[in-house]
């Protein structure tokens, strides 16, 4: 099973495309958006824990 490892990053509405592209390009998945305590959009992203086991 591998070791993951988590980011998140707040969404601007007008840009979230190109923020959704730019984490993908450096191989992050998109786990879930959620409202962040601020009222703003939060994205949680995975990826391979680089050397983890699998």
Same mark, same amino acid.
């Given at each position: 099973?591998?070791? +993951? %490892?988590? &980011?998140?990053?707040?969404?601007?509405?007008?840009?979230?495309?190109?923020?959704?592209?730019?984490?993908? @390009?450096? $191989? +992050? %998945?998109? &786990?879930?958006?959620?409202?962040?305590?601020?009222?703003?959009?939060?994205?949680?992203?995975?990826?391979? @824990?680089? $050397?983890?086991?699998?």
């Amino acid at each position: 099973m591998p070791n +993951w %490892e988590y &980011v998140t990053t707040p969404l601007l509405i007008h840009n979230t495309t190109a923020i959704l592209n730019t984490w993908g @390009l450096q $191989g +992050w %998945e998109l &786990v879930q958006i959620v409202t962040g305590p601020e009222g703003g959009l939060v994205a949680y992203l995975k990826r391979p @824990l680089a $050397g983890g086991a699998e």
